[in-house]
């Protein structure tokens, strides 16, 4: 039997290129894979969607804007959410339930106060129920809730708007850096 031996050449060559191609595409699934299955652990900068409900209500969400970014570990987020994504991979979703103890805690008795209506920005009138803003001197802003008005004094209210309720959290890994 007769070799041609341009042929022969022809077809190995053929052959290692098909073999180097499916080398190259299974080091991709490896590589894709290896990616798929990083999760989150302390230090790792994440972005999750999520949405917060609070008796039923919808009190916040990342739905119709950009996924909330923060690093894991650098207390960016309350304790309870930042637990809850550990060990999550991109992509996963979750729902859980945080205790006020692990969300925004409990109310601080120490945090009802009362003011005189003239300490209270010019131009208001305070009624129950309206959030007030205080600037503290690290540049945050803190809210106050106005619970009472009774002639001339004002009971504020300065524990988180959301200290002392149960949070339910919708979550979705989106990345893990």
């Known amino acids: 039997m007769r070799v041609n031996t341009k042929k022969l050449i022809i077809f190995l060559a053929g052959l290692m290129m098909a073999v180097s191609c499916f080398i190259g595409v299974s080091e991709g699934i490896e590589k894709q894979t290896e990616k798929e299955e990083k999760v989150v652990t302390e230090g790792n900068m994440v972005k999750v969607n999520y949405t917060l409900k609070v008796d039923g209500t919808i009190v916040d969400s990342s739905q119709q804007g950009r996924p909330l970014e923060f690093q894991v570990g650098s207390s960016q987020v309350i304790p309870g959410f930042e637990e809850a994504l550990v060990g999550m991979k991109v992509g996963e979703k979750k729902s859980f339930e945080l205790s006020p103890d692990k969300g925004y805690g409990q109310e601080d008795p120490r945090g009802i106060q009362t003011v005189s209506k003239d300490q209270l920005p010019?131009?208001?009138?305070?009624?129950?129920?309206?959030?007030?803003?205080?600037?503290?001197?690290?540049?945050?802003?803190?809210?106050?809730?106005?619970?009472?008005?009774?002639?001339?004094?004002?009971?504020?209210?300065?524990?988180?708007?959301?200290?002392?309720?149960?949070?339910n959290f919708d979550v979705e890994v989106v990345e893990i850096d």
Do not use: D, S, W
């Not at 305070?126 to 004094?153: C, D, F, K, S, Y």
């Open 122 to 167: 010019a131009g208001i009138t305070p009624e129950a129920g309206m959030i007030l803003h205080a600037q503290m001197p690290n540049g945050q802003q803190m809210p106050m809730r106005i619970i009472e008005v009774t002639g001339e004094m004002v009971v504020l209210n300065l524990n988180h708007p959301l200290a002392g309720k149960t949070l």
